[in-house]
């Protein structure tokens, strides 16, 4: 019966036969510097060292990292002097550095300064270039492998924080020899169709060759020329593109993209409450003061409403004509009265009053009084005038 062995056997085993290897021990080893970290707590050094076929993960610790009088740069071409064991707990054989003696720039590392360089001189990278990214877009465009982590991360974040926006998404490689005419020509399609409000194009971390595709001048042409604002989330925030530095935005890692192009619905629904709080308490004061004045013009219209100003002026003409009334009278009273004393006086010296004791006068034919006998002759009409009437007589003789 075959004998069961654990994991950690296995592993331990490995080491064991490893680290008795002389051949493995205090050895040269020639490559390029790849997912460099200086992790600035521990002070280690971890990266890969690899050739145009291999890769082999390296550490150097604290210790040999202080005698380092340069700082190890990806792309960096090294000769490291180390030791080949294997860590147990991942079952990962590693070098564990001793030394690292640089030997020049690295082939990935110079090509991508180059085109760095290049496209800065053509004003690629000019801040004036850049457009801004919309506040409330209603779609937006996803660029990135229809398989990595990214896209999941991207509608993660896209779908709790802005739910209300529509995904476009277009798939394609994002490393090897098609990815970058995929990714240029997505980029294309985009604007050919006006699909999208804002686009991010990206993809997870890697190494500089796995992160190449957007270092390539196609690529970095197509997003120059875009009409539509993009969001650059290529690798994790220490990995730098050609694609970071013409897009109109630079996200470090494919998640922090999501957070830049969308608002927070909930910030958002807050906002929102605070302004409509905001014109409540603005109507609310509006309605409290506009109240307050109504009521004062009220106050003030009833002190002086025209039916209270002609009531007033109605009471004046009221007493007003009493007072003509009262004068008149009074006047036609003194009238009457003095009228009545005249009346009597004339009465006392009236003719009417004379004729009715019995006296009379006479006219001539004429109408006029006959005040002297001399002015009759015989035979002349004249007129008798009486208390109740008259007589027409002829003269027949005059004494």
């Not at 180390?82 to 990962?92: F, H, P």
């Not at 896209?151 to 779908?159: A, E, F, K």
């Not at 927070?264 to 307050?292: A, H, N, P, Q």
């Not at 004429?366 to 005038?385: P, Q, R, W």
Request: hydrophobic share 40%; net charge negative.
């Amino acid at each position: 019966m075959s004998t069961i062995l654990t994991v950690s056997q296995i592993n331990t085993y490995l080491k064991s036969i490893i680290d008795s290897d002389y051949n493995l021990k205090n050895i040269y080893i020639s490559g390029e510097i790849s997912n460099f970290t200086n992790h600035y707590r521990t002070g280690h050094f971890y990266f890969t060292l690899k050739d145009e076929n291999s890769a082999i993960k390296a550490v150097m610790f604290r210790t040999a990292a202080q005698r380092i009088t340069f700082e190890p740069e990806n792309g960096m071409k090294v000769l490291v002097r180390a030791n080949l064991s294997l860590y147990e707990r991942d079952g990962v054989y590693q070098l564990y550095c001793e030394d690292i003696i640089p030997e020049g720039i690295g082939e990935f590392t110079l090509a991508f300064e180059q085109l760095k360089d290049k496209l800065a001189k053509k004003g690629m990278f000019d801040e004036n270039a850049k457009k801004s990214l919309p506040a409330y877009p209603e779609k937006i465009g996803v660029i990135t492998s229809p398989t990595g982590a990214a896209l999941q991360d991207i509608l993660s974040v896209l779908s709790r924080r802005y739910p209300a926006a529509e995904i476009v998404f277009e798939g394609v490689q994002v490393q090897g020899d098609d990815a970058s005419g995929q990714i240029a020509e997505a980029i294309r399609k985009f604007n050919r169709l006006k699909a999208a409000d804002v686009i991010i194009v990206g993809r997870g971390g890697g190494s500089i060759e796995d992160l190449w595709a957007f270092n390539e001048e196609e690529v970095a042409q197509a997003i120059f020329d875009s009409e539509i604002p993009i969001i650059s989330a290529v690798g994790h925030e220490t990995d730098f593109t050609i694609a970071d530095f013409v897009s109109d935005m630079r996200a470090p890692t494919p998640s922090a993209a999501a957070e830049i192009a969308v608002p927070d619905y909930r910030e958002l629904l807050y906002s929102v409450d605070k302004i409509f709080d905001g014109l409540t308490d603005c109507i609310k004061r509006k309605i409290d003061r506009y109240s307050m004045e109504i009521l004062s013009y009220e106050k003030l219209f009833s002190e002086h409403s025209p039916e209270k100003t002609l009531l007033l002026y109605t009471q004046c003409v009221e007493a007003f004509e009493d007072k003509i009334k009262s004068f008149i009278n009074a006047k036609l009273q003194k009238a009457s009265d003095e009228l009545a004393f005249y009346a009597s006086r004339l009465e006392s010296v009236s003719p009417l009053a004379v004729l009715s004791r019995g006296y009379s006068f006479a006219k001539d034919e004429n109408g006029f009084n006959i005040k002297s006998a001399s002015t009759v002759k015989k035979e002349d009409n004249i007129t008798v005038v009486l208390s109740d009437g008259e007589l027409d007589c002829t003269v027949t003789g005059v004494r």
